[in-house]
């Protein structure tokens, strides 16, 4: 007769800390748990309070990040978790990261505050400078390469560089999973989150928090320019963190590890190196600005143009044409301010072609780029010449 | 005759090389000869470009001819270069040799509108109170013709009062009521290619 092994049922019952020990999972376990741990473990209210009135705190909300003695006692150093796990490691050396960057740090990138709400145990700090870090070297490569750049076709090249569906998709692209519930024996290579509970709208998650007059007036007309001044750096109202109870959607934690990583490798390593893995995984990426452009009236802005920069009226003129007679004609008209070619489009009718013509002239004067553009956090590195200042014109055409 | 006794399957005009002698004489307009076939075909053969031909083979080249294509947008036109630009200075030599004179070339629009700038601020005045006081028999078309000049030139000066608006809105949708499911996907296609070309697509 076969001799049943009870301890092998009891695990499916038991959590890993009641079961008693098993030779088999007993390495596993007992470095699985970190001081991160969210699965603290169950206590009541007298606990708390007692261990408030030692440190002599009177409001135990502002203490909340203050862990109470006995969790740390039973929980095992997160040194150990961090640096044995494979995957963190491999996590590491795949992006290439410096070594000054430990391992612990590129754990704690991992946890999202909705896993965590501890600031000292989350990246949530890390996320925050991380975030200016990329607002900040997205806009200035923006704005020096094409000066001339209209600030909308400017807000969605900032989304599309480091806009968060773009940060989601690199997080993807590094390999990083998502764990299926955060708690003290997940794998710190995992990216640890809660999340959104299913059938909860969008907008609900986080609160309004934009400084402009009547921001809740949705169907007001916005213009552009005051977006400057009140909106976030993709042009969209600012929007406050999320509730403690609630989770975040799983492109939300995934943009916010992105941007703590930048953020810690910026306090370890430095500001080169922050700005090297920017240009590395950021920049790199392609992105054709000139497909970002919809004007609606191109020929009457080229007009406009012309006569705010003393240049001659456009003319459009047939540069070639085939098959006029024919079902599918092909029309080339270029258009000439005097002797000079602005632009040239083709299309199967006169205006079609005119019309592409125009916005192929107005494409021409936005995406104009300065030889060798330089951005001012270029003068950071060693031995930088001497700044000379960045191209700028009154770019933008205002009809 | 051979041909008649065996009966192709296939009747003799779209078997001409059957018919030798009789082909000529037959007026036969989409059918393919052989014979025309071959001519087709050595006209479309072009003759190479002359950078590939056996005088350049000599001596150490780059042979350079890109396909036409469309100008890169990203290649900025020399008039819209700032005055401090290089680029401003190294151009004008490719330049002057390629272009032709932009007068030859023939206009998009087949008349250019004559511009008179003959209306005074009363004629103005006047305008505004025929559309307002009587917007069914001055309509912008009408008022243009007896002002002469352009029906825009009517659009910038005065608006259709709302009374005149709700009439108008209420006659297209009579007329858009009557029409049929081709006519209506036809008209939305319309609108979406042209917004297509706002976008370069």
């Known amino acids: 007769m076969k001799r049943l092994q009870l301890q092998r049922w009891s695990s499916t019952a038991l959590s890993p800390r009641v079961r008693t020990n098993n030779r088999l999972h007993q390495q596993l376990y007992s470095t699985g748990l970190r001081l991160q741990s969210t699965v603290s473990p169950l206590q009541s209210e007298s606990t708390i309070s007692e261990n408030v009135e030692d440190a002599s705190f009177q409001n135990p909300d502002a203490m909340r990040h203050i862990r109470p003695q006995d969790t740390i006692a039973i929980s095992l150093s997160p040194v150990e978790a961090a640096t044995q796990s494979a995957k963190l490691a491999a996590l590491h050396a795949r992006l290439y990261l410096p070594s000054r960057l430990p391992l612990q740090t590129l754990a704690r990138t991992l946890v999202d505050a909705s896993a965590d709400s501890n600031v000292d145990f989350n990246n949530e700090s890390l996320a925050t400078l991380g975030h200016d870090l990329l607002a900040n070297y997205t806009s200035e490569h923006l704005i020096c390469t094409y000066p001339r750049l209209p600030l909308s076709v400017t807000f969605a090249a900032m989304y599309a560089y480091v806009g968060p569906k773009t940060l989601a998709a690199i997080s993807k692209e590094w390999g990083i999973d998502n764990a299926t519930v955060p708690g003290g024996e997940v794998d710190p290579g995992f990216l640890q989150f809660r999340r959104v509970a299913p059938g909860t709208a969008v907008e609900d998650i986080s609160q309004l928090q934009s400084a402009r007059p009547y921001a809740d007036q949705k169907k007001w007309r916005m213009t552009v320019s005051s977006k400057i001044f009140y909106d976030d750096e993709f042009g969209d109202a600012i929007k406050g963190s999320v509730a403690l109870g609630q989770g975040v959607t799983d492109e939300t934690a995934r943009a916010t590890f992105v941007r703590a990583v930048l953020g810690a490798i910026y306090l370890h390593a430095g500001r080169p190196a922050a700005k090297r893995f920017f240009e590395q995984h950021i920049l790199s990426r392609h992105l054709n600005i000139s497909e970002l452009f919809n004007f609606s009236q191109p020929a009457r802005d080229l007009a406009r143009l012309c006569a705010r920069e003393n240049f001659e009226a456009p003319v459009a003129k047939i540069v070639s044409e085939t098959g006029r007679k024919s079902r599918s004609p092909v029309f080339v008209v270029g258009i000439f301010s005097g002797q000079d070619k602005l632009g040239e489009g083709s299309g199967s009718s006169l205006m079609e072609a005119r019309e592409r013509a125009a916005l192929s002239a107005l494409k021409g004067w936005y995406l104009y780029t300065p030889i060798n553009p330089r951005v001012p956090s270029s003068m950071e590195e060693e031995g930088a010449a001497p700044w000379k200042p960045a191209h700028i014109d009154l770019g933008e055409v205002i009809v | ?201």
């Open chain 2, 1 to 201: 005759m051979a041909a008649s006794i065996t009966m192709p399957k296939r009747p003799f005009l779209t078997l001409p090389f059957l018919l030798p002698s009789l082909t000529e004489s037959l007026s036969i307009g989409a059918v393919r000869h052989q014979s025309s076939y071959r001519r087709t075909k050595q006209r479309l053969r072009v003759k190479p470009d002359a950078s590939f031909g056996p005088s350049q083979q000599g001596r150490d080249q780059i042979i350079y001819n890109p396909p036409s294509s469309a100008p890169s947008v990203y290649h900025t036109p020399s008039k819209f270069l700032p005055a401090n630009d290089v680029r401003r200075v190294m151009r004008p030599a490719a330049a002057a040799t390629a272009t032709t004179d932009v007068n030859e070339l023939p206009s998009v629009y087949k008349t250019q509108p004559e511009r008179k700038y003959h209306l005074t601020p009363e004629d103005v005045e006047e305008i505004r109170k025929l559309r307002l006081n009587d917007p069914m028999t001055w309509s912008r078309y009408s008022l243009a013709k007896k002002f002469e000049c352009s029906p825009l030139f009517i659009a910038k000066v005065c608006g259709a009062s709302p009374e005149k608006k709700a009439i108008q809105k209420q006659v297209l949708e009579a007329v858009q009521s009557r029409w049929g499911p081709k006519r209506r996907m036809a008209r939305e296609d319309r609108k979406l290619r042209r917004e297509a070309w706002g976008r370069d697509e």
